[in-house]
T-cell receptor
Framework: KQEVTQIPAALSVPEGENLVLNCSFT??????LQWFRQDPGKGLTSLLL?????REQTSGRLNASLDKSSGRSTLYIAASQPGDSATYLC???????????FGAGTRLAVHP | SQTIHQWPATLVQPVGSPLSLECTVE??????LYWYRQAAGRGLQLLFY??????ISSEVPQNLSASRPQDRQFILSSKKLLLSDSGFYLC????????????FGDGTRLSIL
């Protein structure tokens, strides 16, 4: 059974820092891994999708990497800003049709 | 462009009452549709998904059911709510079979009294 773990559970950093969020999964047979952002009381916003054949994806200040063999992904946020404060969730599609299994998330606070 | 609508945004219901949450998608055809629940202190859990009208797959046994009466309409229902049904319910859509991003609605906060 696929399980997804995110470390750390919470993170507080000063503005301008570069930071790394970690995600691990137990079964390497995945179609893709996705990173989402969730603001308090809101739905999820898709950030990046990495297919199983890819090693990384970039969007603006965000870079996500995937090491399928070791069951790990990282989300790198460059030059963090207070507007980046949110919960970041990673999810894997193991069964196709985008049936996602989520981690519990990392709650990020970026203070001025 | 595609949009997804969920309503209501918040709902307070007594134990034992029925439930109907609705989700509609605009701007795309034959989407895959999903219902997730986010319980307090826990991650998102997939409840139901649908790849077409009338095709519903349940991922976890529970007190809830789902229906897809139209291509872009997904409904989550219960005949009798339990206290454990409280949570944040999210509808989502994607297209194709694999490797497409999933897009979420703004969610419904359901409190059971």
């Amino acid at each position: 059974k696929q399980e997804v773990t995110q470390i750390p559970a919470a993170l507080s950093v000063p503005e301008g820092e570069n930071l790394v969020l970690n995600c691990s999964f137990t079964d390497s047979a995945i179609y893709n891994l996705q990173w989402f952002r969730q603001d308090p009381g809101k739905g999820l916003t898709s950030l990046l999708l990495i297919q199983s054949s890819q090693r990384e994806q970039t969007s603006g200040r965000l870079n996500a990497s995937l090491d399928k063999s070791s069951g790990r992904s990282t989300l790198y946020i460059a030059a963090s800003q207070p507007g980046d404060s949110a919960t970041y969730l990673c999810a894997v599609d193991s069964g196709g049709y985008n049936k996602l299994i989520f981690g519990a998330g990392t709650r990020l606070a970026v203070h001025p | 462009s595609q949009t997804i609508h969920q309503w209501p945004a918040t709902l307070v219901q007594p134990v034992g009452s029925p439930l109907s949450l609705e989700c509609t998608v605009e701007g795309t055809s034959n989407p895959n549709l999903y219902w997730y629940r986010q319980a307090a202190g826990r991650g998102l859990q997939l409840l139901f998904y649908s790849v077409g009208i009338g095709q519903i797959s349940s991922e976890v046994p529970q007190n809830l059911s789902a229906s897809r009466p139209q291509d872009r309409q997904f409904i989550l229902s219960s005949k009798k709510l339990l206290l454990s049904d409280s949570g944040f319910y999210l509808c989502a859509w994607s297209v194709g079979r694999n490797n497409q991003p999933q897009h979420f609605g703004d969610g419904t906060r359901l409190s059971i009294l």
